[in-house]
């Protein structure tokens, strides 16, 4: 198993399924982290995950991926719509990153309609609930492979 | 075999492969079709087809398609960004509807980066060239098991 | 009976009584059509009836109405507020053209709320169901009186 | 005839037929009133009407039409475009509300095309001139039907 | 001496004198006024004033004023950037009217720069104290002789 | 007790606690003014109270304030976001001014966001609800002292 | 003869000549494609024609002129404000392309000043009426010359 | 005779009387600075006059006028409203600046109800013909007396 | 004493009293803490404090406070206007929570004027200067007991 | 010959050939003229052409074109987005104008695709290259023979 | 000394010294350039001057000065914000171009805070006064080296 | 050496060198701080340098910076546009501020165009790669002489 990912949870996801389930359902982020890890072994990737509620934190964990990884999947969160220095982290890597949303951003808020990083990413899967991580996995999975 | 799902391509989409391949790719839209095909098998999906250049005939085939699938896929091309009547059309259905985007949408001109229909479907999948539309399939599977 | 009026339909709208009863009542198309052929026999009206989900249609239909009418009522629904070419065809007629939308179009998304047609018809009403288009044959046979 | 309705006339109103007879035609408001006076005897309504020049009495005459009143109809005139006090008002009747202009207000200065009122009634009749507010009389009727 | 004007003062210029003499210096409305009837004696005007701090007040003497003036100067104060229907009644007058303000509307906040009566008057007068009400009736005064 | 402050209550607050429960509550006018005067008491403030419909008249009592209180309280409900005049005769004052909404009027439409007066007041409470009132009072208290 | 050139006229300009002579003059369709047809006898040009009010025909008709044409001349009338899809039908051919409009459409509403197909063209020429067409043959024939 | 003013009249100024004469009159430019000099001669004023074409023309006027001219008069004409650097050199003179327009600029293409220096100046007049330039002699003799 | 609130003071808070005077006043946070512990002693509230100048360490915060306080008292200072992150973990909180400025935002630069927390709270207090702090604690109070 | 036409160069048309050849082809004005003067003597045209970098001297050279000239050809390069007084100055024409621009506008920077002056000229012709010259000679010989 | 510079000062900027000293400090435009002089025998520059209040004279400068310099400077003063021809004369330019402004033009009115050439120069030095120059030579001198 | 100053360089810039070399250049963040260390021998300026991805910990450090440097130089990088608590920190310092960009920021996407901290520097400079620190340390340099 020689593929690693990665995958990075923005602020307040860590509060997955103690949060507004009318949004994002009743799954904790361990839960999904759970699956992933199962699904990684099917397609033959190994799967690390980082949380923080820190902008500069998550810089810093994309920064530090730039040579470790074969792809990056994303959920900024609130970051999305505000973050103009994770973008600048993003556009140092070279591998796939996919941005993934639990919740369908455009049936909320109109400032959540517009993400930071939409067209520094390679493609972008939004409300699938914990079902868009994995989907996400099989779009990092086929952009390796291609 | 009894999930039956369609699948509808917007404007121009058949011309897919032989027009600006830098954003689409050199895949036909039937080769897409195919392997479509191939993955309903795998997932127990009926998948039939359609494309039209005319706003109005694609709203003539989502209602008729009202009763008779379980899940439509939907790449609305243009019409994603002005057409209020096919919108109205999807309103119609119940069955889980997902926007596919081969290209990342974000990348290109500001005015396809709204989409009309995006807030009244279950889900959106851009930038994954034709492979979106074999995740959307899974997507719509994941949708109906749950 | 010499005055004929014509009545035109826009898209998914045939769809009604089966779509957002919440919006638009549970009345079907026929429905409403019958109570106008009614009303018509007491106004000495004829009226006919087109309904069409295709903008083309629509204008092919609205162009030759133009020495055949005394009169238009039309709701183009979702092309409202997107079709020009449907305003530059009204511009053809020299009869009174009445606007009808069935529900309170104000009370709607944002997007709802402008009308392309409404400034080159005679007037407009919204907001009183299928009422609203037997109120339309009384503005119509009014204006054909003064 | 135990149905009563309310007319307010907006500012300026009080002047029909003495201004800009382009826009409103040649009526006076009182021979307005009469035509509506008639019609309410065959609709079994009676009719009151108000007139003032000042936002304040009008919020005065709606707060206390809140009991006496089964529908209202209302021609806020210049009042439609900025008045959130007289929309505050109205938000206190539960009874029908029709809200009416003379001209068709949409090919009119833009500043007219915004009603601060219209989300808020019943539905909204406007571009047919005096007759329009006859109409007003059947919609409200045929609301207190329905 | 048979030359009748009007001279209306809107809402807060009753308080001239005792307010932000920065904007408005020191005079009171009253020094104002016996300037101009002052002025008037010169030019053979009769001069009347109303002061109003009330939108439909003003409108009403406005409407009254259709037959009984030659001429008209007004300084709404504040209505300028918000009362459209001051600028309705404003319409029925045939006679000139002249739009004066105290301060140079344009050195103040943003929302003073656009006056909502400004294209509907004969002309604007504006940044020079209670002199600019004398400057308006030789404005008048030549505008009636030509 | 030589405290004496002034309430004013904008358009359609003489109808608090018969209308829209949801965004203002049950209680009524009479019972927050009640409240009001009894604070009164405890803090050595005398309390008088003023509600009208009409911008005008909200002025003239804003005006005719100027030298017999010294502290004002006032919720301009719907003028908050229209009236310019108000604004300009709350500049007259020099006393301690507090603005007080009962609902928090960032939950509500778009156009309750922007307060004509907030800066020109000393401060601003809002969204909770009457004792929003007593806050205020306060506030004043306060303000007074420093 | 071997240069072949395809004109497309959008919604609406079948009906030329008979509609607003102010904007578009009294001549035909008919007529100004016996005029073109005549100038392509002399610089050796076989031209086509097509109209349309659909918008999904005239997207049709622009795919199946890829390999048969040697330019396009198109006039989309309303459609050139309002869609994507023909201008992304337009991206497909890769011979000279001319917008032709026979008024000046900067002299009318401001919703026709943007073009959506002006930057995928070769040019624009608009304002000359019917010889506006004549000017575009001239164009194309200078386009491929060089 | 010791007070000298200047006036500055902008682009195509000198074609006055000869152009568009419902928005201007019949009188020429000439004719206007003959009754200019006419009224110094009542007001003890010396009238001097510029016209140029050129935006820098025009402002190397303004800075010779610098310690020569006790006032200026300035219709700027269409550098009204786009000019910042005659606006800059404006900022120059310490003397009484008044801008003069002929037409009502309000009632005009909204592109020029913004001028770029109505804030720097003393005061506007705007809409009174030639009469405005006599009436700014007035506010200029008044401002130098206060 | 069994309510604990918790007060959250965002950047630079820490240099009050240090900084621009004139619009925070001379007090420091150390004092202005100081009197809530006072203030809470009385109403029996425990009060504890937190300031940061990371906005993920703030999210932190407010996410471990989800079950140990009954109310939160937030000053969330610059990041009031450009913190999404900050709204959503507030709406993690099933308490009241208290929006507090010291200045009056409304007297200053524009981009002050939005709050992204405003219509996640239970209401706002702004203007007070320290004074803020202590009514927003009576605030929490009478909220918890209604 | 008797038909006499300017043609007039706008700001670094000078230097055509010199520069940005991706825009504007190799060709210099020089070379332009030369070709237009040619085609003049086949259509019995005589062609005098102006170029200059300043926008006083064009609106110069067009108000001593008014009686001169029996048409215009004017590309006002940079000036065609900025002035407003080359506008004014081409209203005093009565004569037929069109507007050319070599590289087509609506393919560069979004502050190109305005024009200030085209709604008030005959017709605009753009991205032909030098040969829209020559279209617009054809177009100015077909406007003065209508 | 074979490195030849220009510095173009822009309109008004002859008066520097005599006006706003609070924007531009008290040096005249003849100090700078004698300072400038200075640095460049130390830097081995010779440094030529041009000033004009004209757009097209700057134009006609910039233009000559294609061949004859190895670098500009350029403060375009009010032109900044409105010279798109200043802009296209610069793009003639393949030497280093550096764009200077005296005061912060970030802390001026909002009109100032946007400049139509920083986008084809090769950078901005704003807000160090006079010394902003000097530090703009270096700055070329180190582009001409690297 | 008694001059101390603080140059802080913002989030990603670490990874100078190593990322977009056609925005930033090829030198690492290290070696241009040995660049500045070696400038600030020679003007006799002590140079720390501080790097954080964190908002706060910038803040953190401007803080502690307040009486401890006589100069800051700070690249805010993606922060300079969506940072108003950097904003606010260095509204703290007294001493001089000079904001650098390495690219011209202007040459970039939109939102890189407005920078939050501009109107709170001495001054700004842009577009030089790593010179530009080391022109900021002379504008330091100077603006602490004078």
Chains 1, 2, 3, 4, 5, 6, 7, 8, 9, 10, 11, 12 share one sequence.
Do not use: W
């Not at 509060?15 to 839960?31: A, C, S």
């Not at 400032?111 to 099989?138: C, E, K, P, T, W």
Request: glycine residues 8%; proline residues 3%; contains cysteine.
């Amino acid at each position: 198993m020689d593929v690693k990912i990665l995958v990075i949870h923005g602020p307040n996801l860590n509060m997955l399924g103690k949060r507004e389930p009318g949004h994002y359902g009743t799954e904790t982020m361990d839960e999904i982290n759970r699956q992933m890890t199962q699904k990684g072994l099917q397609l033959g990737m190994k799967v690390d995950f980082y949380q923080s509620n820190c902008e500069g934190q998550i810089i810093d964990r994309i920064q530090s991926a730039c040579d470790q990884y074969n792809g990056l999947i994303i959920n900024p969160a609130a970051y999305t719509h505000t973050s103009l220095a994770i973008r600048d982290a993003l556009l140092l890597l070279s591998c796939p990153v996919v941005e993934v949303h639990l919740s369908n951003i455009y049936q909320r808020e109109s400032f959540r309609r517009h993400s930071m990083i939409a067209d520094v990413v390679s493609g972008q899967i939004s409300g699938f609930g914990s079902n868009g991580y994995l989907l996400a996995m099989d779009a990092v999975f086929q952009l390796l492979r291609s």
